[in-house]
């Protein structure tokens, strides 16, 4: 028996399988080639990507994860423990993988009220949780002032809170991508 996750990554193939053979298959030149749903900018006062109108309804998470990537500057997993605690490079990272998680979870409770992605809301919410707690720290020059605990144990704070937060992004991906 199929569960629903499966059946959903099942139609997902095969729509992707006839859209391919309807296109003559990949002869090399899939970059070439538009996206069948693309993502366009949100009213300009929210400053989030959201999906553009189509027949099939809103954008999924994972198909919406490569513009808010765009949108929000994270390239990669928001990777801190190897650098000093204050290093502000990494306060940016952190700070714009928390937004786009921010965002994910709004765009998702907006477009699926019916509760299709919790899992991704979810994880979403634990990477908000996790950076806004390296935030209320002081860790990285996220901070707004400067931190109130000595800082010989934010170099062993810092790090470690750092660690959660990225597991929690990484969570948050495999959680976007199964869909």
Not at 67 to 79: D, E, L, N, Q, T
Not at 123 to 136: F, L, P
Request: hydrophobic share 35%.
């Amino acid at each position: 028996m199929l569960t629903r996750r499966s059946a959903l990554a099942l139609s997902a193939a095969a729509t992707t399988l006839l859209t391919l053979s309807a296109c003559g298959g990949d002869d090399g030149k899939a970059a070439d080639r538009k996206p069948t749903r693309a993502a366009s900018s949100a009213p300009a006062d929210s400053g989030q990507p959201s999906a553009a109108a189509s027949s099939a309804g809103p954008a999924t998470p994972a198909e919406l994860m490569p513009a808010y990537r765009i949108a929000y500057g994270v390239s990669s997993s928001p990777m801190c423990s190897h650098v000093a605690w204050d290093d502000p490079g990494c306060g940016k990272d952190l700070t714009a993988a928390g937004e786009l998680a921010g965002a994910m979870t709004e765009s998702v409770e907006r477009d699926f009220p019916d509760g299709q992605y919790t899992d991704v809301e979810d994880s979403a919410g634990q990477v908000v949780k996790a950076v806004n707690t390296v935030r209320k720290l002081g860790c990285y020059g996220m901070g707004s002032t400067p931190p109130k605990t000595d800082s010989a144990k934010l170099r062993e704070l810092c790090p470690s809170m750092s660690t959660i937060a990225s597991l929690a992004w990484l969570d948050f991906e495999t959680n976007v991508s199964d869909w």
